[in-house]
Antibody, heavy 113, light 108 residues
Framework: EVQVVDSGGGLVHPGGSLRLSCATS????????MNWVRQAPGKGLEWVSY????????YYADSVKGRFTISRDNAKNSLYLQMNSLRAEDTGVYYC??????WGQGTLVTVSS | EIVLTQSPGTLSLSPGERATLSCRAS???????SAWFQQKPGQAPRLLIY???SRASGIPERFSGSGSGTDFTLTISRLEPEDFAVYYC?????????FGQGTKLEIK
């Protein structure tokens, strides 16, 4: 059975940092490109970042470029998102998605003073 | 950045009817790398269609996708009660991998 578990969300002040994690099992993690997708409250989906299966290629949405860093540990079947210089507009549910096939349940990030 | 525009914003239909959802891209989507997702309240999105027309694993045959270039369509042949949800198109051919703004399919 495939399991994708997102964690690490919480309340953070503007300008602060947070690190999200995504633990996976049930599929060959090292064969999958991985993504982070977010959804602001009551809004649509926004793709945030992608990392290739080997970790050699990364892409970012313009809205997070230079502030967020995606990484992965294939030995631990895990994906990460380091988020720095957080803004109110970064508030939302963050989903980890493997090739957009396997999705986590999401973790809520709230940026507020 | 490829901008995806979905229409209509809201579609009101009855169970048993046919639904046609559209997605138009601001520029051609390479190799038909387009997808459709369904999302219900409080749930993660679910992949329905990838490669413009291939059904994802476990997706019922009543869901079909078509199109290429800049115009893509999701068709639900006969609506079931569980199909009423929000649907998003997406392109994953050129980063940034953008989503459309969504079409809400509601019960009439």
């Amino acid at each position: 059975e495939v399991q994708v578990v997102d964690s690490g969300g919480g309340l953070v002040h503007p300008g602060g940092s947070l690190r999200l994690s995504c633990a996976t099992s049930g599929f060959t993690f090292s064969d999958y490109g991985m993504n982070w997708v977010r959804q602001a409250p009551g809004k649509g989906l926004e793709w945030v970042s992608y990392i290739s299966d080997s970790g050699n290629s990364m892409y970012y949405a313009d809205s997070v470029k230079g502030r967020f860093t995606i990484s992965r540990d294939n030995a631990k079947n895990s994906l990460y998102l380091q988020m720095n210089s957080l803004r109110a507009e970064d508030t939302g549910v963050y989903y980890c998605a493997g090739r957009f096939i396997y999705w986590g349940q999401g973790t809520l990030v709230t940026v507020s003073s | 950045e490829i901008v995806l525009t979905q229409s209509p914003g809201t579609l009101s239909l009855s169970p048993g009817e046919r639904a046609t959802l559209s997605c138009r891209a601001s520029q051609s989507v390479s190799s038909s790398y387009s997808a459709w997702f369904q999302q219900k309240p409080g749930q993660a999105p679910r992949l329905l269609i990838y490669g413009a027309s291939s059904r994802a694993s476990g997706i019922p045959e009543r869901f079909s996708g078509s199109g290429s270039g800049t115009d893509f369509t999701l068709t639900i042949s006969r609506l079931e009660p569980e199909d009423f949800a929000v649907y998003y198109c997406q392109q994953y051919g050129s980063p940034p991998y953008t989503f459309g703004q969504g079409t809400k399919l509601e019960i009439k």
